[in-house]
């Protein structure tokens, strides 16, 4: 889909709710980031982390500090998005940096987010 080779069953959404369809497109973004964090753990350059917000289609990309990643992974319904890319519906923004804002999900969204980490 994305030319990204992943193996996980998970990544394909489900005929769904709104919601589940926009967790499973954010848990998508998720795997990769975290695949990226290994790469940084060990030494490798990395061009930045990929939005993890609710639109399928974002390309934009988000500076993370490690300490910063890992306050975005202390729960599994957080997720680090750009500036402004938040459905206000589904997530409520927790904090705000100059580059990256802090989300939760939260009803059924959230609820699929922790089922996918």
Not at 32 to 42: F, G, I, P, T
Request: with cysteine; aromatic share 10%.
């Amino acid at each position: 889909m994305y030319g990204c080779l992943v193996e996980k069953d998970s990544l394909q959404p489900p005929a769904g709710s709104r919601e589940e369809r926009i967790a499973y497109n954010e848990d998508w973004s998720r795997q990769l980031n975290e695949r990226k964090a290994e790469w940084l753990d060990n030494g490798y350059v990395a061009a930045g982390f990929r939005c993890e917000c609710w639109e399928p289609n974002c390309a934009e990309r988000i500076r993370l500090s490690g300490p910063e990643w890992r306050k975005v992974r202390s729960r599994d319904n957080r997720f680090a998005v750009a500036p402004g890319h938040v459905s206000g519906e589904i997530e409520t923004v927790v904090e705000e940096h100059p580059s990256f804002w802090i989300v939760d999900k939260k009803g059924k969204a959230g609820q699929v987010a922790k089922e996918l980490a």
